[in-house]
């Protein structure tokens, strides 16, 4: 057991020094650095000696092992060094566009989980066929809208139409309900068909026959037999949505215009902050490494088959 | 039992349907029959014969497409069979419990053992947590379990078939219900612990006076264990009665047909020994398999078994799970190094060979498995299936392979009508049939067959063997059989090699395995075999065709 935790944790920071090393080496294969597209701009009107004295101070032109060396070193100590464009460090900025960030994903994949688990259970026990079919091609719409439109329409009809909810100066819990929406329904959707057609299978399986046998009511055999055995194969899932949970926030915060990782993701690209980009790279991997390393230990407390086989007796 | 008392189950011109599409298919058609207080009653028939349907609209739990259309169900002098299914839960498991047909999925995965048996106490009556607990401890003593308290806390995949098995009859005893339906109990399970779950039944039966509806394929375990018989064929009752009367003297045409299939009952008359000199088709000498262990020691699967086969004949491999007879016939066939000994079929040393030769060696030794259901692609056309080896092999043109295919199907008892189907649109049957015609395609001098027999319908497995039997005369073919039914191997083994934790206990012609000077295991197996309480002669069918001359 204690090998199982130590080898998922050993992995897990493997899995993480790749992403450091891989996102390096991306992006130090970009053409051009930061110093010079800010410093060539002609508003600074400044030689090529100074901007080659600037790149020495900021050591972007030291050789590229040294870079690494020193970048890994400094993430390892919590310095993710400077961004070039805000002039400000990194951490700084992380601090001021994180807690937004992880409101609107923590939030996001709650009511996403809350919704998928909703649909799934609904639609195996609502009393009328028509109304199971439905819920159970629910998620197929759900997972074909892309999620720029599905932005534009919540703004559209829920803040300009029925003005529930205002997106000029609103609360700081009003301004979060449309991006949580936003964000939930996508990553609510695979999630769903998972327990769907889980909990179809598990229904069939003979042990829920003896179940009935016993005399089970209909309610106790969905929570004490089939949620439990339909919910497992869905946790790896949801720990693999998380990246989609990512994604679905950069695009989201551009579209409600809210100032978080994804705002910083986004203008980081446009001015090649590789500082910035780099940080961002390793903490949302961080975070996806995180995510699957509990779901990983999660397994053998839910699922007793996963336990240590050895005290098996015949 | 006195003739006032009220039968505990009285069922009355039943019909049942399911839901296909838009239609209604009937499986039974008006079945009537009573179950006494303490009687063991057997409803016995085959695959689609609607004995195990009838056993569930008694204890209510039709699938969801089925509806009892006409006909009723007394359960204890109420009529049960228009009763919601509300209303039904307050009798399930109290008055009517189910012993289910497969021990390895029939308990939920992720709860304890305590947890599951307790379950039926806490649906119907509020007991506390200790006194549950207790109560639990009592019934897994009472059904056999070792360590009771230690097995409530156990999950069960910590635990064997047998004890599985016990811990649903736990279940379905824990209320003292008035009739327990037991849905081929034991089907699932090896033949020595089919032999101590039916007694543990029996001796439960007899202690609490509760009745049994005993719902199974296999007559000898009906003969053995019921007090009445009743067969069904097609949803409708061919015939019932007392069982030692039906067995004596039935009056059916089906049940006599029943009877002589079932190869347990039957008194087999033994082949002709095999005559000396004989060429030997496969030797297997000191075979020893090890398997590495996620400790780091090793599992010896398989540890010093020798035999030969003599080319013409059959040769049983018997063990119960865990014996290592899979094991052996996959060293046979090359699927897996041997850790030790010598395998030679004709005179290939199989260890020897390298992947060339190990592929071209493959059309020398052909497979047929358990599951025709799974062995089968289910994408491609019988046409498909059996052709696919010829491809692999030999290159022939597309009208001759077409030729050889069509000649192997009619071979073995297909219709060319079928080569256009693809599998699911056949019987278990029709499918082992197609199966055999694809190791047969390639003429190989030996044919494997897995416990090829075992998972059909006792009609089926009497035609398929003999299909095996005529084909090993005409053909030449050499068999090794693996089963755990030591009935089937009497029938068609000429010699046999008996396993048991991986060692070779037994090993002989078949009179001598079935002699008293065989080890006390093989003997214990030889005791298991159910339908030894009412040994007949009267419908032996002839012999299956011996070793016929070598052409």
Known sequence: ???????????????????????????????????????????????????????????????????????????????????????????????????????????????????????????????????????QSLPSLLISVPVFWLAIMLIQIFS????????????????????????????????????????????????????????????????????????????????????????????????????????????????QDLSVLQ???????????????????????????????????? | MSPVQAPVLDVRDLVLSYRQGDERAAVVHGVSFTVEPGEVVALVGESGSGKTSTAQAVIGLLAENGRIDSGTIHLNGEDISRWSSRRLRNIRGAVVSLVPQDPGNSLDPVMTIGAQVR?????????????????????????????????????????????????????????????????????????????RILDLINDLRREYGTSVLLVTHDLAVAADRSDRIIVLQGGRIQEQGRTEDVLAAPQNAYTRKLLSDAPSLATARPRPPIEPGRPIAVTVRNLVQDFPLQSGKTFRAVDDVSFTVARGTTHAVVGESGSGKTTTIRAIAGFQKPTGGEIRVGDLDVRSLRSEELRQFRRKVQLVYQNPWGSLDPRQTVQAIVEEPLLNFDPLPRDQRQARVRAMIDRVGLPAALLSRSPHALSGGQRQRVAIARALVLEPDVVVLDEAVSALDVTVQAQILTLLAELQRDLGLTYVFVSHDLAIVRQIADTVSVLHNGRQVDYGTVDEIFSPAATAYTRELIQAIPGRKFPRAAFDRPPLAAAGPLS
């Open chain 1, 160 to 271: 300009f139409r029925l003005r529930l909810v205002s997106v000029i100066n609103p609360g700081p819990w009003e301004s979060l309900v449309l991006p949580v929406a936003t964000l939930a329904v996508p990553i609510s959707a695979p999630l769903a068909q998972i327990l769907i057609r889980n909990i179809d299978e598990i229904r069939t399986r003979p042990f829920i026959a003896v179940a009935r046998a016993k005399g089970a009511s209909e309610a106790r055999l969905l929570w004490k037999h089939v949620a439990r055995n339909a919910i497992l194969p869905a946790l790896t899932i949801a720990g693999v949505l998380f990246g989609e949970l990512v994604a679905g926030a950069v695009v989201t915060e551009t579209v409600f215009g809210l100032n978080g990782i994804g705002g910083l993701t986004e203008k980081a690209v446009g001015n």
């Open chain 1, 1 to 135: 057991m204690t090998l199982y935790v130590f080898g998922r944790i050993g992995q897990a920071l493997l899995v993480l020094w790749a992403a450091f090393t891989l996102s390096f080496v991306l992006l130090q294969a970009l053409p051009g650095d930061a110093v010079l597209i800010k410093f060539l701009s002609p508003d600074f009107g400044l030689s090529a000696d100074q901007i080659n004295e600037i790149r020495a101070a900021y050591a972007v032109d030291s050789n590229i092992f040294v870079q690494y060396g020193r970048t890994l070193f400094n993430f390892l100590k919590g310095d993710f060094g400077y961004s070039l464009q805000a002039g400000v460090p990194v951490s700084a900025q992380l601090a001021t566009n994180m807690p937004p960030t992880l409101r609107l994903a923590g939030l996001g994949f709650a009511v996403a989980v809350l919704l998928a688990v909703s649909i799934a259970f609904l639609s195996s026990m609502a009393p009328f066929a028509w109304l199971r079919n439905l819920l």
């Open chain 2, 119 to 195: 379950e039926t106490l806490e649906i119907h009556g509020r007991l506390d947590r200790r006194e549950a607990d207790r109560q639990v401890i009592e019934l897994l003593t009472s059904v056999g379990l070792s360590e009771p308290a230690l097995r409530i806390r156990q999950y069960p995949h910590e635990l064997s078939g047998g004890m599985k098995q016990r811990v649903l009859i736990a279940i379905a005893i824990a209320l003292r219900p008035a009739l327990i339906i037991a849905d081929e109990p034991t089907s699932a399970l090896d033949v020595t612990v089919q032999r």
């Open chain 1, 279 to 314: 940080a961002i790279v390793v903490i949302s991997a961080a975070a996806f490494v995180a995510i699957n390393l509990a779901v990983d230990l999660a397994y053998p407390i839910l699922d007793p088959r996963l336990r240590n086989r050895a005290g098996v007796e015949r």
